[in-house]
């Protein structure tokens, strides 16, 4: 069975920084589009930046220029370098495959708390 495990979230003061990383196990990582996900009480899970196997990345407007998506194929493991924070960009965050109908089961997530 397919695992993900995302870690690198905590508490930051607005315009800090962050990585978060996913490592996923059990799965041919290398050849998915991956993508991370925010998600806040009560919503569905938003996706803000995702990168195809390939290499192409794309990210949602409003964390453009401030988020960078990654990828080690050798380590299946997915990484996003946050910065210049916002508290809108705070929630917990998850990696999961696209498209939506071949996600994997959702891993427990990362917080990701921006506050002053």
């Known amino acids: 069975q397919v695992q993900l495990a995302e870690s690198g979230g905590g508490l930051v003061q607005p315009g800090g920084s962050l990585t978060l990383s996913c490592v996923v196990v059990g799965s041919p990582f290398r050849e998915h589009t991956m993508g991370w996900y925010s998600q806040t009480p009560g919503k569905e899970h938003d996706l803000v930046a995702w990168?195809?196997?390939?290499?192409?990345?794309n990210y949602d407007d409003n964390v453009k220029g401030r988020f960078t998506i990654s990828r080690d194929n050798s380590k299946n493991t997915l990484y996003l370098r946050m910065v210049n924070l916002k508290p809108e960009d705070s929630g917990v965050y998850y990696c999961?495959?696209?498209?939506?109908?071949?996600?994997?089961?959702w891993g427990q997530g990362t917080q990701v708390t921006v506050s002053s």
């Open positions: 990168m195809t196997a390939g290499g192409i990345t």
């Open positions: 999961n495959k696209l498209p939506r109908e071949r996600r994997f089961p």
